[in-house]
């Protein structure tokens, strides 16, 4: 028989929130603000999920984490969800953002553009460079400012909408809502060369123009060029400890190493959790955990109907990714190197993804935050990031793959910085193996489900599940993955269990 672990039971507090992602404490530091009872448990030693920072040596580096958006106090109708949360939590001024203008360069054969910031610029440069199809490039980017909007007010909206009013009030979202990328794109400019330098970031949301969904496409790009990029001051870890902040301020709770391993159901609803044999009492729990974790592992799948238990099989789960943290004493800034910088062999998005799949490493992103913020390396060094996309199954021997992964990775980089591999300081791998065990995110996804058609919006996981007292908040739920959507995710589960339908309430409630 195996042991039995006594129950210890610490308190009850009105909610408990299991992990410190940036989704997680989103919605732990706007309840706290609102008066509730709050605990946080995290499995890791510090805060912060994929927007966690470590220390090798003299240099800071994010673990994953590059470039965000949506906290400036400007932007499209709707935006600035950061912004306003920090402000909620009366915590702005103990967080610096640096904004990156351009915000990316992007390389493909005999092509470098640096991409600015500002929508007009942005349609400037692309109709230069392709002179015949300035209008197109022009009426596609207009789309995807009125479509991010419509979907601000979709989430305003929504509950007290009718079907009708959907079409009349948000007519280009009710038009594309099931369109890909490559879908709408193709309906407003032709040359392939321009759909690829249009689609650069598609690394950003994990899946290439012909699968992901226009309409998050559309609210992660005019997030970036009209909300503005930015860049943490001493990294990314610095949101989640102001987020902490934030939430230890109003008297809410966070304890690390504190992996929780049983949510306990009574009756069909949510009474408490336990951790390593100590039971934390409540009637609300928001998971910011994996969704197969929470669902199979910590509640049993046996509390769930069978019919949300089927959708969720047939979703599928974002790739991981592999980064290479690299130190460096090579004049960076001489080169005239971008903050982040999308290296592609080949102008076929499509081409480059199945390369992806099959494990193949054809392109990297190259990242030097110490260009924008020189503390995080000493004088005259730089910290960098190579990442590319990676699937968990690439290998079964992620440890013995790590240096040729890292090789090939580094010749890619060569081709951008002469040199660099005799001017390395320090370098370490972080494989999809390494993503799963510092997140317990399933198979090191990166972004959660994928952001598909057929999985945002109202198909997706909703932050409220059919349990009673259990929410979702973080990139498995509504609205979907990337920091500024986990950011939105943890805005709706705290507006459910506020049971506040609207967010512009919500802000208006925790002025
Ligand atoms: C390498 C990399 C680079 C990225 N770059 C960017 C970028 O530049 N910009 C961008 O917007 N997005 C980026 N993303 C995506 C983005 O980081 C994620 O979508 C987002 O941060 C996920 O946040 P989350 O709230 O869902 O929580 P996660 O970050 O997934 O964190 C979940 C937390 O829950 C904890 N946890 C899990 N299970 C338990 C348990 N049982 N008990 C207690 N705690 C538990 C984990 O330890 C973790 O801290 C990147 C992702 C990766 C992997």
């Not at 943290?325 to 999308?342: L, Q, R, V």
């Amino acid at each position: 028989m195996g042991k039995i672990r006594a129950r210890k039971t610490v308190r009850q507090y009105d909610v408990i929130v299991i992990g410190s992602g940036i989704g997680g404490l989103t919605s732990a530091a706007l309840l706290a603000k609102a008066g509730k009872s709050l605990l946080v448990l995290e499995a890791h030693d510090r805060p912060g999920g994929y927007a966690h920072g470590f220390k090798r040596k003299k240099y800071h580096f994010d673990s994953g984490v590059h470039l965000i958006s949506g906290c400036g106090p400007g932007g499209y109708n709707g935006g600035q969800v950061i912004y306003k949360t920090l402000q909620a939590i009366g915590v702005l001024d103990d967080i610096e953002f640096i904004n990156i203008n351009p915000f990316s360069d992007a390389h493909y054969p005999g092509l470098k553009l640096s991409l600015p910031q500002n929508i007009n610029d942005f349609i400037t440069l692309l109709s230069k460079q392709f002179p015949k199809e300035a209008e197109g490039i022009k009426s596609l980017t207009e789309l995807c400012l009125q479509l991010a909007e419509e979907i601000a007010l979709a989430e305003e909206m929504m509950t007290e909408a009718d079907y009708n009013a959907v079409q009349q009030l948000m007519p280009a979202l009710y038009k594309y809502r099931k369109s890909t990328l490559a879908e709408v794109a193709t309906k407003f400019i032709t040359d392939p060369k321009l759909l690829a330098v249009f689609s650069t970031h598609w690394p950003y949301l994990g899946l290439p123009p012909s699968q992901v969904s226009f309409v998050y496409w559309s609210t992660m790009l005019m997030g970036y060029m009209v909300d503005g990029s930015y860049y943490c001051k001493g990294g990314f870890q610095q949101l989640a400890n102001t987020l902490v902040k934030g939430l230890e301020d109003y008297k809410g709770e966070i304890r690390y190493r504190s992996k929780v391993d049983k949510i306990i159901i009574e009756d069909g609803r949510v009474v408490g959790v336990m951790v390593k044999g100590q039971q934390f009492n409540t009637n609300t729990v928001i998971s910011n955990a994996d969704f197969k974790q929470t669902v199979y592992n910590m509640v049993g799948e046996q509390y769930f109907p069978p019919r949300y238990l089927q959708r969720a099989k047939k979703m599928q789960h974002s790739l991981s990714i592999f980064v290479v943290y690299i130190a460096t004493n090579i004049d960076i800034k001489a080169m005239g190197i971008a903050h982040e910088s999308f290296c592609y062999q080949d102008y076929d998005h499509d081409k480059n993804y199945s390369r992806t799949q099959g494990g193949d490493i054809s392109w990297i992103s190259l990242t030097v935050p110490s260009l924008v913020d020189p503390e995080l390396a000493p004088s005259g060094e730089h910290v960098m990031m190579l990442t590319t996309l990676l699937p968990y199954q690439a290998t079964e021997q992620w440890k013995q793959q790590k240096p040729i992964i890292m090789q090939t990775m580094l010749d890619i980089a060569e081709k951008l910085i002469p040199g660099l591999k005799n001017h390395l300081l320090y370098i370490e791998g972080g494989s999809p193996d390494t993503m799963q065990r510092y997140t317990q995110n399933h198979q090191g996804s990166a972004y959660g489900w994928d952001v598909t058609p057929a999985q945002v919006g109202p198909a997706r996981i909703q932050n409220q599940t059919p349990i009673q007292g259990l929410y979702f908040a973080g990139h498995w739920a509504s609205p979907g993955g990337g920091v500024y959507g986990v950011s939105v995710s943890g805005v709706q589960a705290t507006q459910k269990v506020l049971a506040v339908e609207k967010q512009s309430q919500l802000w208006a409630i925790l002025k």
